[in-house]
């Protein structure tokens, strides 16, 4: 059975920078896409950054390019969100999800698994 859980969320200040991971179980991460989408209050899920299979880095969030920075441990498998001087604007639910297809999407529909999600709030 296929799970995705995030943690590392939390609140920090404007300028700040956290690391969300996100540990899969029930399959291998080098097999497939693995994307961070989050989804501010009112707001539609929104694709932020996602890893081809081949490891290679797609920005959907124009933003975060420069900012943010996905890395893959194969022997946790888990995959990791650094992201660097935060702002109030990047506070949402951040969930990561598994293409098992291995090609990377910005829409939310085609990716087959999400975990939970971990929340990440920036003061100003």
């Known amino acids: 059975e296929v799970h995705l859980v995030e943690s590392g969320g939390g609140l920090v200040q404007a300028g700040g920078s956290l690391t969300l991971s996100c540990t899969a179980s029930g399959f291998t991460l080098d097999e497939t896409a693995i994307a961070w989408f989050r989804q501010a209050s009112g707001k539609e899920r929104e694709g932020v950054l996602c890893y081809t299979r081949s490891r290679l880095s797609i920005y959907y969030e124009d933003s975060a390019n420069g900012r943010f920075t996905i890395s893959i441990d194969n022997a946790r498998n888990t995959v990791y969100l650094r992201m660097n001087y935060l702002i109030p604007e990047d506070t949402a639910v951040y969930y990561c999800?598994?293409?098992?297809?291995?090609?990377?999407?910005?829409?939310?529909?085609?990716?087959?698994?999400w975990g939970q999600g971990t929340h990440v709030t920036v003061s100003s």
């Open positions: 999800g598994e293409q098992a297809e291995g090609v990377c999407t910005g829409g939310s529909h085609q990716y087959d698994y």
